[in-house]
């Protein structure tokens, strides 16, 4: 049988960290300042050995002004009882378990830091490897544990501070109210982030507009996109009371008042921006059904002039027309601006003429191809056509000036993401809702990543494939950055997750929230929405967020980094799926199993194996869980590669850790 330790493999025990760094004043007033590491020796003769050196230093959270840091234990005849913090050679904290957060840095500064373990009679370790951080500038490689907590921003949610994820995907947001001026904002709640070790990403809509957030109903109609007939198109699906439209990334004036209110919370001190369906203004909206009849104001079809020009430089009078049906009256030119639409080709006029001004995107519309279909929140590498490519421009000029901007205005290094799969940012945060276009159903619904079977969780169903594709999709898009998933409101998937059982609430995050991580992407634990559904709190499942969170934050090495493996998994039991994951930058490699065999509960699965061609057979395999404690070796044999392990039992995720 597999043999069970009492201690998980990297479980948290006590560690002493050195720092070597300016501290500045509340930094070196802590109160164990001045300590120095030449600590007294054994207080009697019993206990004469120290602990050994701890091991795997790393800082894996940085913000504006905290630095944490985990390590892994250091054992002892005894026991370890404290691991302290040094700053060269003084004591900044001492703490008992492997993790702490060193507050009050100083942005832009470089520290570095090492750890000793020190056990009841006073003997000290030697000091672990020294690791480096700059404050000031959190990696998003370095996140592993996401959490979904979205306030307005002069609101905030004490909830994070209790499940003290590393990142929240957009704590505060702009949507509707208010934050066009410095005063709407609470950014003192930024501290007690950093005070934490959490990085604060603030955020707001890239495309919903309301007529107060302009000084005027001319400077409205401005920013908003328009129709095939040059009228605003509605979008009224929202449900505020004011009539709300999208704005136009194409237009330059629109680009600047998002910029503006961007750089607000910047200056407040934000580690980050979360800019949301930053392509949604292209959909039509509930007027066109969603057909795609929107994006066409002149600053759009001037753009389009642009593109045609540059695509066919050498096309002549006649290609036009032959090519795409332009008449004498109404070509693109290259000897007039391409915004003086009333000489130049006007594409509003060609598609009314031609009858397609209700049903732009046609088929019988032999531009309809150049033009584009938009996909809300993606934006997909190969998608070389007009809008696509041009949305793409944009972005990327907004996100260089935002990072510009942090950069000469606060020294620091700015995180950009955004909702869904788009180029250039730090981490994709993807929101899981239907009509997706990232698994195609007979019902045309996309995928659905809250499964569930008359009122109760289908546990059953497996989103490997679903969550595969989120991360192969943004490698193309973005290349190597985190992607992380949250259940997106308001529609139907947050709906059923609300309505669960408490049981089958925890269930979809043992399921399917370990099925993300099992495949290299990470799940937001949700926290709160803005629509005031009950909170994580409120419906009794903050305590297990901090609880099971604690797994992943404990072995958080493993699902940094990866790409899916090659090599299959086969399993000798029905209803689960299995992954291989393959860290980029070595180290253990890891087969993930998650068990689907469920009916309003988990049915455990005992004595399979699972097997798997390696390169070469590993030296240690140990297999954890976030469902027990410690680790366990299990029974395994390997030869030329082929590895064969037997799982004495799975509830509803294990992991085997190949060394």
């Not at 099971?548 to 940094?560: A, E, N, P, T, V």
């Amino acid at each position: 049988m597999p043999q069970r330790s009492g201690v998980p493999t990297w479980f948290p025990l006590a560690v002493v960290l050195v720092l070597t760094l300016p501290a500045p004043p509340a930094f070196a007033a802590a109160d164990t300042a001045g300590v120095r590491d030449d600590r007294p020796g054994p207080a009697g003769p019993g206990d004469v050995r120290p602990p050994t050196t701890p091991t795997g230093l790393a800082a894996t959270g940085v913000t504006g002004t905290s630095v944490t840091l985990t390590w892994r234990p250091s054992t002892d005849d005894v026991g370890v009882v404290a691991y302290d913090l040094y700053s060269g050679r003084t004591v900044v904290r001492s703490v008992t378990g492997t993790t702490a957060t060193v507050p009050d840095l100083v942005s832009g500064t470089t520290y570095a830091f090492a750890v000793k373990a020190r056990d009841a009679a006073g003997n000290v370790s030697p000091a672990s490897g020294r690791t480096t951080a700059t404050a000031g500038r959190p990696r998003a490689a370095d996140f592993t544990v996401f959490g979904f907590s979205q306030s307005d921003v002069n609101q905030e949610d004490p909830q994070v501070y209790e499940l003290v994820p590393d990142v929240t995907i957009r704590a505060i947001g702009k949507w509707s109210t208010s934050g066009d001026e410095a005063a709407d904002y609470q950014f003192d709640q930024i501290r007690r982030y950093h005070d934490k070790g959490i990085a604060f990403m603030g955020s707001g809509t890239a495309s919903v507009i309301f007529p107060h957030d302009f000084a005027s109903a001319e400077i409205f109609d401005d920013m908003s996109t328009r129709d095939a007939d040059n009228n605003p198109v509605p979008h009224d699906e929202f449900g505020f009371p004011d009539p709300a439209r999208r704005g136009n990334m194409f237009n330059p004036n629109y680009r600047r008042y998002l910029l503006d209110w961007a750089k607000i919370q910047i200056d407040g001190g934000v580690d980050g921006i979360n800019l949301d369906e930053v392509n949604a203004g292209f959909s039509g909206g509930q007027k066109y059904g969603f057909n795609g009849n929107e994006g066409f104001d002149d600053y759009a079809v001037a753009d389009f002039n642009r593109y045609l020009l540059a695509k066919y430089p050498a096309f002549t009078a006649a290609d036009w027309k032959s090519r795409f049906g332009m008449t004498d009256d109404n070509l693109v030119r290259g000897d007039v601006p391409a915004d003086d639409l009333a000489h130049n080709f006007n594409y509003r006029r060609y598609l009314r003429v031609n009858g397609w001004n209700l049903d732009p995107l046609t088929s019988e519309n032999p531009l309809a191809g150049e033009w584009g279909r938009v996909t809300a929140n993606r934006m997909y590498a190969d998608d070389m056509s007009f809008t696509v490519s041009y949305l793409r421009r944009y972005w990327k000029e907004m996100v260089d000036e935002l990072r510009s901007y942090a950069r000469s205005t606060a020294d620091r290094r700015l995180l950009v993401s955004s909702n869904g799969l788009l180029p250039y940012v730090d981490y994709n945060s993807v929101g899981m809702y239907p009509w997706n276009p990232d698994e195609q159903t007979p019902d045309f619904r996309g995928a659905d990543y809250v499964p569930v079977v008359d009122g109760h969780l289908n546990g059953a169903k497996s989103l490997q494939a679903n969550y595969r594709y989120l991360k192969e999709q943004s490698g193309r898009i973005a290349g190597d950055v985190p992607v992380a998933v949250f259940i997106d409101w308001p529609n139907d998937m947050m709906t059923n997750y609300l309505n669960l059982p408490l049981a089958e609430k925890q269930d979809y995050w043992r399921i399917f929230g370990a099925e993300a991580y099992a495949n290299g992407i990470f799940p937001a634990f949700h926290l709160k929405d803005t629509l005031g559904s009950p909170t994580a709190e409120q419906s009794g499942m903050l305590g297990f967020f901090r609880t099971y969170s604690q797994f992943y934050k404990d072995h958080r090495s493993l699902y940094r980094d990866n790409d899916h493996g090659t090599q299959t998994v086969r399993v000798g039991a029905g209803n689960i799926s299995a992954s291989l994951l393959v860290p980029r930058g070595g180290g253990a490699r890891t087969v993930h199993l998650v068990n689907h065999n469920y009916d309003r509960g988990p049915v455990p699965q005992t004595g399979f194996p699972v097997e798997v061609a390696l390169p070469s057979c590993p030296r240690r395999i140990a297999m954890i869980s976030p469902d027990f404690a410690g680790s366990e070796v299990p029974i395994s044999s390997c030869r030329n590669g082929q590895l064969r392990v037997t799982v004495d039992r799975l509830d509803y995720y294990n992991v085997l850790v190949l060394t």
